[in-house]
């Protein structure tokens, strides 16, 4: 019963590692970057017993001739090839064991996401209320762009010109007199 939960657990993190960054992934398939980020995430990769190279030759054997990702087994394969490597002082069942926990439960994070710079120059050149001239025209109240209406002039057929400001009240004026 143990070993079906622990094997669940996997099942989710190799499926959650995955799909990351591929948004066309099935999450049964995993290619070698994510297969590196999910050992550099987990920390299975500690710099020493294990590098980032080991983790590439490991899936290299694992995967199938002429294919590009490993299937489920094929991972739980790999991670039984590290493990003995990783945990060196353990039995090879303790130090699968070890690796699988490692594993389980982890998920992708962000590094080096780029973050917005809130520098003085960049919040004066990038806050739109502050846009003067035709600027101004490209943008509606909240900052957001108008696309096409924005940038270029609609033709008003009304038959005034574009600056005039009584415009509408000639019925007015006609009806007066």
Known sequence: MAENLDSEALLN???????YGDTKASGKEMNGKNWAKLCKDCKIIDGKSITGTDVDIVFSKVKQKSARVITFNEFQQALQELAPKRFKSKGRDEAIMAVYKMVEGGEPTQFGVTKTVKAGGV??????????????????????????????????NTGFVSS???EGTYDKKKNEK
Do not use: P
């Not at 050149?125 to 108008?146: A, C, N, P, Q, V």
């Open 13 to 19: 993190a190799f499926s959650r590692f995955a799909v």
């Open 123 to 156: 919040d004066r050149l990038t806050d739109t209320s502050l846009y003067t001239g035709s600027h101004k025209e490209r943008f509606d109240e909240s900052g957001h762009g108008r696309g096409r209406e924005g940038r270029e002039d609609v033709v008003n």
């Open 164 to 166: 005039y400001k009584n």
